[in-house]
T-cell receptor, first 112, second 116 residues
Framework: GNSVTQMEGPVTLSEEAFLTINCTYT??????LFWYVQYPGEGLQLLLK?????DKGSNKGFEATYRKETTSFHLEKGSVQVSDSAVYFC???????????FGKGTRLSVIA | GAGVSQSPSNKVTEKGKDVELRCDPI?????LYWYRQSLGQGLEFLIY????????KSGLPSDRFSAERTGGSVSTLTIQRTQQEDSAVYLC??????????????FGAGTRLSVL
């Protein structure tokens, strides 16, 4: 079946550090890939997405590139801020409004 | 409304009682999803409604769980004879079939269910 694996947390970084959260997936065909973020006390929000191989999704300084050859969609940010502290979820789905398959989530804490 | 609305935001119940959780999707969104977020299991899909099609119930953990969607809009998730392992945050999401934001799921803030 389809599955998403992301690095275990928690991840603690100092402000302005470089962030990478690894995500790999197992799926048949060509899923769309997503990163969702859950800030403390808030609901899940879409951070970025990519719908085909080699697409790069980007938002708020975060980037992730859809790598079909390595079945990966790693999240990166060059310089994190305290306000980036949240739980990040990697997910996949197929076109046609299918349910999302989520990774377990990675908690990021950024300290000043 | 502007976003997906869920109620109540918190629900505390006693083991064995029935509970109903409500989701009001974004206007015009034809697809509606229920997920469950718990400490041990992460985010799990429960059930999915798409337009007038029969719902995909493949994620429901037991026959104590059911959901309906009336008039293609509001949905209610019902848990009968609640058990302590049902304690979790229940999330609702909706998406639309066409346009720039096609297939992007927008989530509500969730209902935190605690079964004592």
């Amino acid at each position: 079946g389809n599955s998403v694996t992301q690095m275990e947390g928690p991840v603690t970084l100092s402000e302005e550090a470089f962030l990478t959260i690894n995500c790999t997936y197992t799926a048949t065909g060509y899923p769309s890939l997503f990163w969702y973020v859950q800030y403390p006390g808030e609901g899940l929000q879409l951070l970025l997405k990519a719908t085909k191989a080699d697409d790069k999704g980007s938002n708020k300084g975060f980037e992730a590139t859809y790598r079909k050859e390595t079945t990966s969609f790693h999240l990166e940010k060059g310089s994190v801020q305290v306000s980036d502290s949240a739980v990040y979820f990697c997910a996949l789905s197929y076109s046609g409004n299918t349910p999302l398959v989520f990774g377990k989530g990675t908690r990021l804490s950024v300290i000043a | 409304g502007a976003g997906v609305s869920q109620s109540p935001s918190n629900k505390v119940t006693e083991k064995g009682k029935d509970v109903e959780l409500r989701c009001d999707p974004i206007s015009g969104h034809t697809a509606l999803y229920w997920y469950r977020q718990s400490l041990g299991q992460g985010l799990e899909f429960l059930i999915y409604f798409q337009g007038n099609s029969a719902p995909d119930k493949s994620g429901l953990p037991s026959d104590r769980f059911s959901a309906e969607r009336t008039g293609g809009s509001v949905s209610t998730l019902t848990i009968q004879r609640t058990q302590q392992e049902d304690s979790a945050v229940y999330l609702c999401a909706s998406s639309k079939e066409a346009g720039q934001a096609k297939n992007i799921q927008y989530f509500g803030a969730g209902t935190r269910l605690s079964v004592l």
